[in-house]
């Protein structure tokens, strides 16, 4: 992994509590010492959460386009992200994966894809199901809450920022939730809004893949 020869304060502050393991996840510590230690070793193994595309040896090379659901699919709308690449999956020429934000396995799932585009249910206070796009070419708005996992959405964006890690072009899908529960499915606002957003998705990619939006 590549690393900056100047920080400013607050990527040096986010820099060091990335290496000293102090961001919360949901993975347990072998498993996520082994995503932290192919990081910084510039390893790009498939983390066991990319789908059965990344088989294929032009896709695993990591040119083509790539979404990246995130979350936690049994916290009620926080499992939007698990259910876009559910829906995706089978989408010629697009590789999907799903993961929980940590920086180091998403810096490693996106490699040399280009463009990148991630999926997470947004808090901002608007009405459940309001669509959101952001370009993570600019930092990414703090006031919003990323998910309700580990460390931030925007947090992990701007540390990879500062590691130089950022794909050319990386987007964020969001929608509101109404519902963060343990053991809840996804809300009646997040599944008659999952269309709109299935193909705010696609519309990234020139014209839309074959997803199964009927799905929803």
Not at 10 to 15: G, I, K, T
Not at 93 to 121: F, K, N, R, Y
Request: with cysteine.
């Amino acid at each position: 992994m590549r690393k900056p020869t100047k920080l400013n304060q607050e990527e040096q502050e986010l820099l060091d509590a990335f290496e000293a393991g102090e961001f919360e996840s949901d993975k347990d510590n072998e498993r996520r010492a082994s995503i932290v230690e192919a990081a910084e070793n510039g390893s790009r193994k498939t983390p066991e959460q990319t789908q059965e595309a990344l088989a294929d040896d032009g896709r695993s090379a990591g040119k083509g386009p790539l979404v990246i659901g995130i979350g936690n699919p049994w916290r009620g709308d926080d499992g939007v992200g698990h259910a876009v690449v559910e829906a995706l999956q089978g989408t010629s020429g697009l590789t999907t994966a799903t993961c929980s934000g940590e920086p180091a396995e998403l810096m490693d799932l996106w490699q040399g894809h280009d463009p990148v585009i991630l999926v997470d249910a947004i808090v901002t206070g608007a009405a459940p199901g309001t669509l959101h796009r952001l370009d993570a070419r600019e930092p990414l708005p703090r006031g919003a809450r990323y998910s309700s996992h580990g460390i931030g959405l925007a947090e992990a964006v701007e540390l990879a920022r500062s590691l130089g890690e950022l794909p050319e072009t990386l987007i964020v899908h969001g929608i509101e939730p109404a519902c963060l529960e343990d053991g809840a499915d996804l809300s009646t606002a997040i599944a008659e809004n999952m269309p709109r957003l299935l193909h705010g998705i696609c519309d990234e990619f020139g014209p839309s893949p074959n997803a199964n939006h009927s799905d929803f």
